[in-house]
């Protein structure tokens, strides 16, 4: 179901998406070390990514784009948090915007867009991994209910320097309320 503010529209990313969201990864990839990726991906190599996650289900990709242009703003997604069975109902969830449309409330519209769709799945658990420091995600992560659990000290190596992870996670599902 399609969410609108203003002028973005959120609603499921296709195929058509594609070279768009791999634009605005590899700004990360490049740029940042919000993401540990060191080198940059073409829309092929992102491909696979993209139909891993479907229209529904608990792995979710959504986009925000902008009314009338079409133009991607950003994009949120649920991945899977582990590999094995057992971690079926956690996922970990994500959100990128294009470096022009952080502040403008892309991030806070995809999450809210993405926390609805998942209220209908089988999943417990959301989790979030924040390289430090990112104050902007630490404040959009504490708006949508998640705790900080822990911190992974100098885990990634990126730019020639050692980065911290912080460990989020909130509930999700029919029960959970932000405490």
Request: aromatic fraction near 12%; proline fraction near 5%.
């Amino acid at each position: 179901m399609p969410q609108q503010r203003s002028e973005v529209q959120v609603s499921a990313g296709t195929e058509a998406d594609l070279s768009a969201l791999t634009d605005i990864y590899n700004h990360y990839v490049r740029e940042t070390a919000i993401t540990f990726d060191t080198a940059g991906f073409t829309a092929g190599q992102r491909r696979p990514w993209l139909r891993s996650h479907p229209e529904d289900g608990p792995h979710r990709l959504l986009v925000a784009r902008e009314v009338g242009s079409g133009r991607v703003l950003g994009y949120a997604t649920s991945s899977p948090f582990r590999p094995k069975a057992a971690y079926g109902t956690s996922v970990e969830v994500s959100v990128y915007c294009a470096p022009d449309a952080g502040g403008r409330g892309v991030g806070t519209l995809l999450y809210e867009a993405l926390f609805e769709a998942l209220e209908g799945e089988d999943v417990h658990r959301a989790y979030a991994g924040i390289a430090l420091p990112n104050e902007a995600s630490a404040r959009l992560h504490a708006r949508f209910g998640f705790r900080h659990v822990g911190t992974y000290r100098e885990v990634g190596r990126k730019f020639g320097r050692y980065w911290d992870v912080a460990w989020y996670e909130r509930g999700v599902g029919k029960t959970y309320s932000p405490a």
